[in-house]
């Protein structure tokens, strides 16, 4: 059973940038993908960025440009950086990790805000 434990986030004011980090353990068979994903009230869950076992990356495309994905496979440790927040990026975010079976793991959630 995987663990992940994540940190980060809080209360951030419009224009400002958040650092959430997410540190993966436990997995016998090893973590493919890794990545974070938000819901905000009221919405469904979505993909923010991913990143795969060869660094390649997919960002949700309100966050291109404004967000770094990053892993360090040797931790399994992956962190989102986001610059120019916005209100709408205000959402509970969650690390997420595929391990080598394609089996999916969820963190239990971070709660960014972005306001003044």
């Known amino acids: 059973q995987v663990q992940l434990v994540e940190s980060g986030g809080g209360l951030v004011q419009p224009g400002g940038s958040l650092r959430l980090s997410c540190a993966a353990s436990?997995?016998?068979?090893?973590?493919?993908?890794m990545g974070w994903y938000r819901q905000a009230p009221g919405k469904q869950r979505e993909m923010v960025a991913t990143?795969?076992?060869?660094?390649?990356?997919n960002y949700k495309d309100s966050v291109k440009g404004r967000a770094t994905i990053s892993r360090d496979s040797a931790k399994n440790t992956v962190i989102l950086q986001m610059g120019s927040l916005k209100p709408e990026d205000t959402a509970i975010y969650y690390c997420?990790?595929?391990?080598?079976?394609?089996?999916?793991?969820w963190g239990q959630g971070t709660q960014v805000t972005v306001a003044s």
């Open positions: 997420y990790v595929i391990d080598n079976t394609l089996t999916p793991f």
């Open positions: 990143i795969g076992n060869y660094d390649n990356v």
């Open positions: 436990g997995s016998a068979a090893g973590i493919n993908l």
